[in-house]
């Protein structure tokens, strides 16, 4: 018995929904390895730095995840094509006309160092989320 070409694109689509759900767990845990070679315990307690509003820990750690995922370089150049695949893979769960603003919006962070560029960067994303 033949596969009818709906059953086809349905098994297609689901197999493309589990190879992008993989990818971004592998690309979370990249950046949970990131985060502890940069002296955290992972991406929650780096939340719970930007809650207490700890600007200069925050700015300096999310400098050095940013260089270990390559979003920048350790001039602190951002590396727009990255942070386009940071975005996509990070908010997959986001319309991509919301990852599109976000990543044209986002992709030049300015500042005066590599640190705030990172948090200018990391500010912007989360503005651009809403």
Known sequence: RELSDISIMKIF?????????TLANEYIE???????????GG????????AKGEKTTVGSTLF??????GIQDSNGIV?????ANH????????????QNKIIENC??????SGVDKAYNLFLCIIKNLH
């Open 13 to 21: 689509f689901i197999v493309s929904l589990l190879i992008a759900a």
């Open 30 to 40: 990249k950046l949970e390895t990131a985060a502890k070679a940069c002296g955290l």
């Open 43 to 50: 991406l929650g307690e780096l939340r719970a730095l930007e």
């Open 64 to 69: 050095c995840i940013n260089k270990e995922i």
């Open 79 to 83: 590396k727009a094509e990255e942070v």
């Open 87 to 98: 975005i996509r893979k990070t908010h997959q769960d986001k319309d991509v006309s919301v």
């Open 107 to 112: 992709d030049k962070p300015t500042g005066d």
